[in-house]
Each structure stands twice: as structure tokens, then as C-alpha cells.
């Protein structure tokens, strides 16, 4: 099996590998190195790339730009959604990643919201209207659970 030469990166081979229904694990105790990185709109743009070439779903994808814009990468988050709806060729595993992620979007969401909690200190990283964004969507989630 060989990296396909397109967009796709590393998680191209962890949805290869579950498509042909292998297990895939982690292992968090494996001590590397990485140097910091930033979110630039050129690594967002082909970020959403390498979604739109696995074949994302839609939904997941305008999540992801939305957490970003949220964050307050307002560029980078126009960039990645460029990407995305750029013409890119799928690659092999695109429609099993896409029907993985129909089956599994809701599911993840209702668990995710169910975890959701902001405090003061995660606000700070928010600031005008992406934090009064931030702070009804926190009511309104509180109100639901």
C-alpha cells in the first residue's frame, strides 16, 4: 500500500486501513517531538483541500470552519471553506469516509454537546462578536441539557 499522491496526508491511511477493517489504535504514552504550529489561511486552504479529497461530509466540514471562525481565524476559516469547494480528486477511500461520518455525525454531536462546558478562562480567547457568538450558544446548550 502507497501514500496515493494527492491530498489526503496522514489520515488518508488511518481511513484506508479501517475501509479494509483492520483496527487502528493510538498510543498517547508515545512520547514525540513537534515543533508549535499556527493555522495560516495557506495551511487552511489545503486543509479543506484534503477534506473535499477524502471525501467529508458537508455538515463535518461547515462544523470545522465554523470552530475556527469561532476562535477568532476568521481568514483562515474563509480559506479552509475555499478549499474544500475547490475541484479536487477524490481519493479511494472518499465514499467510505463520507457514509463513516453520515452514521456516525449525529451521534458524535449529541455527545459533544453533552460534554459542552464553557468557563471564564476559555472565554478569554474569544473576543467581540465571536464571543457574544460563543456565550448565547453556551445558554442556549445549558437550556437543552
Same mark, same amino acid.
Given at each position: 500500500?502507497?501514500?496515493?499522491?494527492?491530498?489526503?496526508?496522514?489520515?488518508?491511511?488511518?481511513?484506508?486501513?479501517?475501509?479494509?477493517?483492520?483496527?487502528?489504535?493510538?498510543?498517547?504514552?508515545?512520547?514525540?517531538?513537534?515543533?508549535?504550529?499556527? @493555522?495560516?489561511?495557506?495551511?487552511?486552504?489545503?486543509?479543506?483541500?484534503?477534506?473535499?479529497?477524502?471525501?467529508?461530509?458537508?455538515?463535518?466540514?461547515?462544523? !470545522?470552519?465554523?470552530?475556527?471562525?469561532?476562535?477568532?481565524?476568521?481568514?483562515?476559516?474563509?480559506?479552509?471553506?475555499?478549499?474544500?469547494?475547490?475541484?479536487?480528486? !477524490?481519493?479511494?477511500?472518499?465514499?467510505?469516509?463520507?457514509?463513516?461520518?453520515?452514521?456516525?455525525?449525529?451521534?458524535?454531536?449529541?455527545?459533544?454537546?453533552n460534554e459542552l462546558t464553557i468557563d471564564e478562562e476559555?472565554?478569554?480567547?474569544?473576543?467581540?462578536?465571536?464571543?457574544?457568538?460563543?456565550?448565547?450558544?453556551? @445558554?442556549?446548550?445549558? !437550556?437543552?441539557?
Amino acid at each position: 500500500m502507497r501514500y496515493p499522491v494527492a491530498y489526503g496526508w496522514e489520515p488518508w491511511l488511518c481511513y484506508k486501513a479501517l475501509s479494509l477493517n483492520f483496527k487502528v489504535r493510538s498510543f498517547p504514552d508515545l512520547v514525540t517531538d513537534a515543533r508549535p504550529t499556527s @493555522l495560516t489561511s495557506m495551511k487552511a486552504r489545503e486543509l479543506g483541500k484534503s477534506m473535499k479529497g477524502l471525501g467529508y461530509d458537508v455538515k463535518y466540514t461547515l462544523g !470545522r470552519v465554523a470552530l475556527i471562525f469561532l476562535r477568532g481565524y476568521f481568514k483562515a476559516s474563509l480559506a479552509m471553506l475555499q478549499g474544500y469547494l475547490s475541484n479536487i480528486k !477524490r481519493l479511494d477511500v472518499a465514499d467510505w469516509v463520507s457514509q463513516h461520518q453520515k452514521r456516525t455525525f449525529w451521534k458524535r454531536l449529541k455527545g459533544n454537546l453533552n460534554e459542552l462546558t464553557i468557563d471564564e478562562e476559555a472565554q478569554v480567547f474569544f473576543s467581540g462578536p465571536a464571543r457574544i457568538a460563543t456565550l448565547r450558544i453556551a @445558554l442556549k446548550l445549558r !437550556r437543552l441539557k
